[in-house]
């Protein structure tokens, strides 16, 4: 079990998005004042937040601690509210689910004698700590990334999630745009995860969006961990005909990359870096569609410090900024880059959800005729 502990800063960032804190001193030395002056008013104190955040802790989702992983990327967000607020920080990347849960009832356990303590954490084990933990330890906050925490549950836990009905808009954009035979294949585990169901729509509207006569043709491999099957999963799409593979951010997703690049045909990664977390897929890479899970815990917290209420479960977007393409790995057309930057343009001052698809515009419609 990896651990790491982060400096407390004695200072306090403002959390407005747009402000900054300037200090200066006089570099002479101040004469005395005279003795008919009154005393002079003491600096007045940084008033607090409504909701102090004293300590920060991430425990990762277990196996997670590679870069560009969702819990390596929570981290991030973490340390980045530490650092605004002042707070202290530490994160576990468990290698079990026992070690999961201790790490999560210790964070929840070392309370600070003044201020709040903020857990983050992820995934289903993950949800599961946080909804045991939480009844015993009301006064702190649980952060779990990609779970939808029902209302029954303790007034504590929060979930972050993302639509991946507009990730998949955007990853359906771009493979439509690369597919040289117009066909994108989408690699998943099973039909019935809802994840996956999510993804899917988004492809085919995205798809449709760049041409109309593209298609999407998903292959469930059976497991959400097998990386064997998503390689079969491949080898069945590309010989119909597939001429990009789409894949899910687990293990039967990161085989069904690597074998895409064994195939030499493009992939577009699902949620998370592709580029940090399989090197070995970069030469085949196109782009990874991001859910910026640094974004969403650190404006989880800093936002529950300035007092806002956190949603019981908050929703990622792209107008929120939760889900974004990362950058091209390899060449792309202007015409396709340009479009995208529309399609985008489009989702942010649009319906929360493409349907069926954004307003055209003349970008876009370009590169529908690529």
């Known amino acids: 079990m990896k651990t790491a502990h982060g400096p407390r800063f004695g200072f306090l960032i403002s959390l407005a998005a747009a402000a900054s804190l300037a200090w200066g001193c006089n ?10 002056t009154a005393a002079a008013t003491p600096l007045s104190t940084p008033t607090p937040p409504p909701n102090p955040v004293a300590t920060i ?19 991030q967000g973490a340390q980045q509210a530490a650092e605004i607020l002042g707070a202290a920080s530490s994160h576990v990347y468990p290698v079990t689910a026992a070690e999961l849960y201790a790490a999560v009832t210790a964070a929840a356990s070392a309370e600070a004698p003044v201020g709040v303590t903020v857990v983050v954490t992820a995934g289903p084990e993950g949800a599961q700590a946080a909804l045991a933990v939480a009844p015993q330890r009301p006064s702190t906050l649980f952060l779990v990334l990609d779970q939808v925490i029902p209302d029954s549950a303790p007034a504590n836990v929060h979930g972050l999630v993302f639509d991946d009905v507009e990730a998949g ?68 799409l590309v010989a119909a005909g ?87 790995a390899r060449h792309a057309s202007p015409e396709l880059a340009n479009g995208l930057q529309d399609v985008l343009a489009a989702m942010r001052a649009g319906p929360p959800r493409p349907a069926p698809t954004p307003a055209e515009s003349p970008a876009s419609a370009a590169s529908s005729s690529t």
């Open 169 to 236: 808009y955007l990853a359906g954009y771009v493979a439509a745009g690369v597919s040289p035979t117009g066909n994108v294949g989408f690699v998943a585990g099973l039909a019935s995860d809802l994840a996956a169901a999510g993804y899917l729509a988004g492809l085919q509207n995205g798809a449709r969006q760049l041409s109309s006569t593209a298609t999407v043709s998903p292959a469930y491999a059976g497991a959400a961990q097998d990386p064997q099957k998503g390689r079969a999963a491949v080898d069945g």
């Open 57 to 75: 802790a991430l425990a990762g989702a277990v196996g997670e601690s590679q870069p560009g992983s969702r819990s390596a990327l929570a981290w």
């Open 27 to 36: 570099p002479t030395t101040p004469t005395a004042a005279p003795a008919t």
């Open 242 to 328: 597939a001429g990009v593979i789409v894949a899910m951010p687990d293990l039967t997703g990161y085989g069904a990359m690597r074998q895409a690049c064994a195939h030499e045909v493009p992939v577009v990664a699902l949620a998370t870096e592709a580029a940090l977390l399989l090197p070995d897929v970069r030469s085949c890479l196109v782009l990874s569609i991001l859910r910026r899970y640094d974004l969403a815990v650190r404006d989880a917290i800093t936002g529950y410090a300035s007092g806002r209420p956190v949603p019981r479960v908050a929703v990622g977007t792209v107008a929120s900024g939760g889900i974004q393409p990362g950058p091209f």
